[in-house]
């Protein structure tokens, strides 16, 4: 089975912009969930997703969002960027709602604001 | 409220020793708790979980981990590090009310030759 994918692997972007990253979970896997990786504040959750719906949340402000496809793929989006946003953000998928906690990771995506 | 802290964020031991990773949790209900890996520039893998069956959890490379709720820690052990051990990692507990894993701050591990 192929793991987890994320795109784009790296990514530059100005203050003010905007980026969207994708997330394709393992085949067969319906939640899907995103964390932001940074060196002092550790894997922070961002969101998860389950059949379309987001299911949980954490404490990030509202430019981060994301949504979830038919096909399970999710997206994030990040708007008005701002420097502090730059770092690893991390996709992971799990079977379903009962198993949530065992999740397989992606290889994440840098990002980095300038 | 559960949480999860990792005692240090940087552990060193030399190719061949036994290597410790403390990992202290709080919860209020009957945790999950795991520990993952995150090689440099690789994703995170799941070493190993304890689910409420056997406290002594073996998971995989060798790596091991003992539940003790009396302590409310799960540390990670092996009997012998070797350099391919090198990496960051995170303890983790489950919050099962609300579903949410949380994290620690990981511990990065050097094996020196």
């Known amino acids: 089975k192929a793991g987890v994918t994320q795109t784009p692997r790296y990514l530059i972007k100005t203050r003010g912009q905007q980026v969207t990253l994708s997330c394709s979970p393992i085949?067969?896997?319906?939640?899907v969930s995103w964390y932001q990786q940074t060196p002092g504040q550790g894997l922070q959750f961002l969101f998860e997703?389950?059949?379309?719906?987001?299911?949980n949340k954490g404490n990030f402000p509202g430019r981060f969002s994301g949504r979830q496809f038919s096909n399970s793929r999710s997206e994030m989006n990040v708007s008005t960027l701002e420097l502090g946003d730059s770092a690893l953000y991390l996709c992971a998928s799990s079977l379903d709602g009962t198993s949530s906690y065992e999740q397989y990771f992606g290889p994440g995506t840098r990002l980095t604001v300038t | 409220a559960q949480s999860v802290t990792q005692l240090d964020s940087h552990v060193s031991v030399s190719e061949g020793t036994p290597v410790l990773l403390r990992c202290n949790y709080s919860s209020s209900y009957s945790p999950s708790l795991f520990w993952y890996v995150q090689h440099p520039n690789k994703g995170l893998q799941l070493l190993l979980k304890y689910t409420s069956a056997a406290t002594l959890v073996k998971g995989i490379n060798g790596f091991e981990a003992e539940f003790k709720k009396s302590e409310t820690s799960f540390h990670l052990t092996k009997p012998s590090a070797h350099m391919s051990d090198a990496a960051e990692y995170f303890c983790v507990v489950y919050a099962g009310n609300n579903r949410k894993l949380i994290w620690g701050l990981g511990t990065s591990l050097a094996v020196n030759p």
């Open positions: 997703y389950f059949s379309e719906t987001q299911r």
């Open positions: 085949s067969g896997h319906r939640s």
